[in-house]
Nanobody, 126 residues
Framework: QVQLVESGGGLVQAGGSLRLSCAAS????????MGWFRQAPGKEREFVAG????????DYADSVKGRFIISRNNAKRTANLQMNSLKPEDTAVYYC???????????????????WGQGTQVTVSS
């Protein structure tokens, strides 16, 4: 089992920044790819960013490319999402997720993730 806890969400004005953090406990963190997803009211959960388990390759949704940065720290067992130049359309509940030995080609697939956090709300005002 892997337990994931997100933090860092909140209310920010358009153009501002937030840093989300995901703290993991349980099994060996370094064996897991980490992903960030989001879900807005009335919409399906969508991929935001991911980082693979061994090469730390990253992937981003087109809507956040160039604005968001995903990173991981295996020693601290954390995965972070730095969100810059935020837009109102970024408003959603953000979830972190862990995928056992996830490769770059599977980072976008919701069904490939084994564990999920409870989510943190991000609200961007215009």
């Amino acid at each position: 089992q892997v337990q994931l806890v997100e933090s860092g969400g909140g209310l920010v004005q358009a153009g501002g920044s937030l840093r989300l953090s995901c703290a993991a406990s349980g099994r060996t963190f370094s064996n897991y790819a980490m992903g960030w997803f989001r879900q807005a009211p009335g919409k399906e959960r969508e991929f935001v960013a991911g980082i693979s388990w061994s090469t730390w390759s990253t992937d981003y949704a087109d809507s956040v490319k160039g604005r968001f940065i995903i990173s991981r720290n295996n020693a601290k067992r954390t995965a972070n999402l730095q969100m810059n130049s935020l837009k109102p359309e970024d408003t959603a509940v953000y979830y972190c997720a862990a995928q056992y030995r996830g490769r770059p080609t599977t980072l976008r697939n919701v069904s490939e993730y084994n564990y999920w956090g409870q989510g943190t709300q991000v609200t961007v005002s215009s």
